[in-house]
């Protein structure tokens, strides 16, 4: 009997794959549809099932089209006697020849024979007729693969009605699958934010993941750094390969493009006004096929079912048709877009057909755009505005779209723009932030950041003295404002180590009345980091989880501080003594994480490893800390690169890779700023503790001393605590390598056995 067990290169669907196997390595014949939607990875199923099977069990292979669908016989032809086929009289001959096959199958092989029919959902109703009367008189297994088509042949429903087939749906990839392929595609690890985002543009879909992954490769978004797989830019238009593959597989015909197009280029159209552009026929088998999706809710508004789809079609559409169709879709959704979430697209839309827009719609474009990870969108609606009282907020959401858009040197001249002029405070302070943010990514020190808070409480200051009273939306602004000034202050100080005071401050902020929810949102998680720098993490992931509960209650409109709250949530988790519960929040931000991801990988690789190195397990943290390195190279507005170069090069040299764990404390020395102060205490302190493991000399034992005292002056208890189990532990390493004299010192084993009451870095 075969092996109940999937191909190693084969990816989900496993527990389908191995019943299928046992059914079919039985000698009593089984009938079995499976239906999946074009490129859900149906003839890759059978392929691997052919693969356990291998050459035990005979097979005969039918190939179905729409081509052949008309011709009795068709899908036979090959099978069928010579001259017999495309002639309805002739079912009984062909019938005979079938079954004379299957049996002379059966007897060679000494086996129920297979029969495998490709785009069962195409057969010929009498191709059909012969297969389902062959299966029941004949020695024969029967597997069938279709489309979720609603014309499957009556003779293949007849069976399944009757009990004699069982259906099975085939799947999407869920997101541990989409991981699972990219590594076994790629050939080597891929960051968890990048295997998401394609998870998320593929939609599951497995023909869609991999023409997505070939397609990211080629055009360098998907790159490889020192092994590991990043995301270096969200997906954006796909490539002309990519293009023709995918249309291959969705190939409308004249009467189905138009309805495609239209949704391609609206994002979503409840189904009366796509009813203007098909019949509803021909909507009702697009829904069928797995190509558009209809939501269960009032409005029945349609979408395209994948991401991938939409910007497929949407870059194969002519420029002229392309103007046509948004025309038509402005003139049937007017006078407003039909939802929210489809803002972004219908102003496109607008401008393409040159159709006159509310400025204020575009600014709420804009804004959606940016909350959405598509930024040319953003850059292009705010570059649209032209009422003056909108062109400075504008100008800060396309300062954002910049950004994104790897372009900080633009932001910064358009945030210079936005500021300009009479001080609007609101918009102020989403400059302020948005420039504090590129000027951490570009290795700014605490100086320069205190002095961005100071030139912002000067702004509010002078703003209060022209308002003169004059209202209490003016004093509600600048107390708000103050805040802001005022948590951008303490940020700087933390920055460098300074939390005099800084506690008391913030505990201020969170009960004050004048406090937003955003602001109460980053004081709490700035408290919460104070807490775990002081040696008192447990205290501080309450804090840190209330913040986090803003962050998803808030959506969107939260979604620039998402990387700022999130590394310090899961930094007091892995800290505290509920570091077990780590992987679980992961997972959960991965799960519910809004679009732009891509600054996430490094904080959650970071996390992931300091919480193995807690638990001594060295080897995996390297692999997870090595991931994280990769991304924070690519991106790192919070500055944790050297936390993750420390921790890399620790736990590498822990694992007995002498070479990673010296690139990675040299790493460290070339980063171009010094982060905030603990996490570059505790960064340097496991580099300098790496290099005293690999060495077995004592002059780092004596650095470490050093970084001890300047945590302690600082009142770093955390960090503190850290460097001397690194002291103890780097003594207990040197002794080990002096007392070994069989071999040289670097041949070491490395890994040991944590000391006795060594236990601020494990649970």
Request: proline fraction near 6%; aromatic fraction near 4%; hydrophobic fraction near 45%.
């Amino acid at each position: 009997m075969a092996q109940t067990m999937a191909p190693p290169t084969f990816v989900g669907r496993r527990d389908l794959i191995e019943r299928l196997v046992r059914d079919f390595s039985d000698s009593r014949p089984s009938r079995n549809l499976i239906v999946g939607g074009p490129g859900y990875g149906k003839t890759a199923l059978a392929a691997a099932l052919v693969a356990v099977l291998g050459e035990s069990i005979p097979r005969v292979t039918v190939h179905a089209s729409e081509a052949l669908r008309g011709v009795p016989f068709g899908a036979l032809e090959r099978l069928a006697p010579p001259g017999t086929a495309a002639d309805a009289r002739n079912a009984p001959t062909v019938l005979r020849a079938l079954q004379l096959r299957l049996r002379a199958e059966a007897a060679a092989g000494g086996a129920t024979p297979l029969v495998i029919v490709e785009d069962a959902n195409a057969l010929d109703e009498h191709s059909a007729a012969v297969l389902a009367q062959a299966a029941i008189t004949a020695p024969s297994h029967l597997l069938l693969l279709a489309r979720p088509t609603p014309d499957v042949p009556r003779p293949i429903l007849t069976l399944w009605s009757d009990g004699l087939l069982e259906r099975h749906q085939l799947p999407l990839l869920t997101h541990e699958e989409v991981h699972e392929l990219c590594v076994k595609t790629l050939g080597g690890e891929i960051v968890s934010s990048a295997a998401r985002i394609l998870a998320r543009e593929s939609g599951g879909h497995p023909f869609a993941l991999l023409a997505l992954l070939d397609s990211e490769r080629r055009l360098g978004r998907l790159a490889r750094r020192h092994g590991v797989w990043i995301m270096t830019a969200e997906p954006t238009a796909p490539d002309p390969v990519l293009v023709k593959v995918v249309r291959s597989k969705i190939a409308a015909d004249s009467v189905e493009r138009p309805a495609l197009e239209a949704l391609s280029l609206a994002g979503s159209l409840p189904l009366p006004v796509l009813m203007e552009f098909a019949d509803a026929r021909t909507l009702d088998d697009l829904e069928a096929g797995g190509i558009i999706s209809v939501e269960p809710n009032d409005r029945r508004e349609a979408h395209l079912a994948h991401p991938l789809y939409s910007r497929v079609i949407r870059c194969s559409i002519p420029d002229s048709r392309r103007k046509k169709i948004r025309t038509r879709i402005i003139e049937l959704t007017r006078p407003a877009p039909i939802a929210q979430r489809d803002l972004a697209s219908w102003v496109v839309c607008a401008l393409d057909s040159c159709a006159v827009v509310p400025d204020r719609w575009l600014l709420r474009a804009a804004v959606i755009a940016n909350s959405t990870a598509d930024p040319h969108t953003a850059a292009r609606a705010a570059a649209a505005v032209r009422d003056a009282d909108l062109i400075r907020p504008a100008a800060v959401q396309s300062a954002r779209a910049h950004c994104a858009l790897g372009r900080p040197d633009s932001a910064e001249w358009l945030l210079r723009t936005a500021e300009s002029g009479p001080t609007d405070l609101a918009m102020q302070a989403e400059a302020v932030v948005l420039r504090a943010q590129i000027r951490l990514q570009s290795g700014a020190d605490a100086d320069e950041i205190q002095a961005m808070a100071d030139a912002w409480s000067a702004d509010v200051d002078r703003v209060v003295a022209a308002a003169n009273g004059s209202g209490d939306h003016a004093v509600r602004g600048a107390e708000l404002a103050r805040v802001g000034a005022e948590l951008l202050r303490l940020h700087a100080r933390a920055l460098q180590g300074d939390l005099d005071g800084g506690e008391d401050a913030l505990r201020g902020i969170i009960a004050s009345p004048a406090a937003s929810q955003e602001a109460r949102m980053v004081a709490l998680a700035m408290l919460g980091d104070t807490l775990t720098a002081t040696g008192r993490p447990d205290s501080a992931v309450p804090l840190t989880a209330e913040a986090m509960q803003i962050l998803q209650r808030r959506g969107r409109r939260f979604l620039p501080y998402s990387e700022f709250v999130l590394s310090r949530h899961l930094i007091a988790v892995a800290s505290s003594s509920r570091w077990s519960e780590t992987d679980q929040l992961i997972a959960d931000y991965l799960e519910s994480a809004p679009p732009g991801l891509l600054q996430a990988g490094g904080i959650i690789h970071l996390a992931a490893g300091w919480v193995l190195i807690r638990q001594d397990s060295m080897r995996q943290a390297h692999a997870e800390l090595r991931l994280a390195i990769e991304a924070l190279r690519d991106s790192d507005a919070d500055q944790l690169l050297p936390l993750a170069l420390g921790l890399g090069a620790y736990a590498a040299a822990m694992s007995g890779q002498a070479e990673a764990a010296t690139a990675y404390a040299d790493g460290l020395l070339e980063v171009p700023y010094r982060a905030g102060a603990a996490r570059h205490l505790i960064g340097a302190a496991h580099a300098a503790a790496a290099r005293g493991a690999i060495s077995g000399t004592p002059v780092h034992g004596a650095a470490l001393h050093l970084l001890a005292v300047e945590a302690e002056s600082k009142g770093l208890v955390a960090a503190q605590q850290m460097i001397h189990e690194l002291i103890f532990r780097l003594g207990t390493i040197r002794c080990a390598i002096r007392e070994t004299t069989a071999e040289p010192a670097g041949a070491v084993n490395l890994q040991g056995s944590e000391p006795a009451g060594t236990t601020s870095l494990r649970p």
